[in-house]
């Protein structure tokens, strides 16, 4: 990633939190109240999952074929039949239980095709295999620091276009304002 695409912070669940307060706000716009997500991800993903079907988001689940990916002609059938309500798309990119690497790139470009974001939690990924954001098809990208070595409490959002991030944390100017 590009330098001006990274903003740092205390890890994956901070990141994750960030990234879905950023996309979807307080409540659905726009018509736009759909979330798509697997049945495979961190609870720190299924949580702000169900923080915001409080607030008036439906979460569609991507099934699993019995390898641990998700099935992708499932994830293209939700995205035909939902494309206007889709406000995201939420999938992980490896499994933190199972290992399992998610075709991310063929998400990402669905994704792309249709014109909404592609966050995936890349905590289990970045740092044990390459990794290019620029070629991954997200907007968004998380990662908790002490999985590739660094010292714990830290971490990091990587985004495609920062300026779709909004503060989180609020009262400091760290991190371009957004931390």
């Known amino acids: 990633a590009k330098s001006g695409q990274i903003i740092f912070n205390s890890g994956s669940s901070e990141g994750i939190t960030h990234v879905f307060h950023s996309i979807l706000g307080c409540q659905p716009e726009n018509g736009k109240d759909i979330i798509i997500t697997s049945g495979i991800e961190h609870s720190c993903v299924v949580q702000c999952c169900d923080l915001f079907t409080e607030k008036g988001y439906k979460v569609l689940t991507v099934k699993s074929r019995p390898n ?55 905590t289990q990924f970045i740092g044990k295999t390459e990794f290019k954001f620029s070629e991954s098809g997200m907007d968004f990208a998380v990662l908790s620091g002490h999985k590739v070595g660094a010292i714990i409490g830290s971490g990091l959002i990587i985004s495609k276009d920062i300026t779709k991030l909004k503060p989180f944390i609020l009262g400091g100017g760290q991190e371009k304002g957004l931390r």
């Open 68 to 122: 641990g990916e998700i099935d992708l002609s499932h994830l293209e059938e939700l995205i035909n039949q939902n494309s206007k309500e889709i406000a995201m798309v939420t999938i992980m990119a490896a499994n933190n239980e199972t290992g399992v690497i998610q075709p991310y790139k063929e998400i990402g470009k669905l994704c792309e095709s249709h014109d909404f974001p592609f966050f995936s939690d890349t």
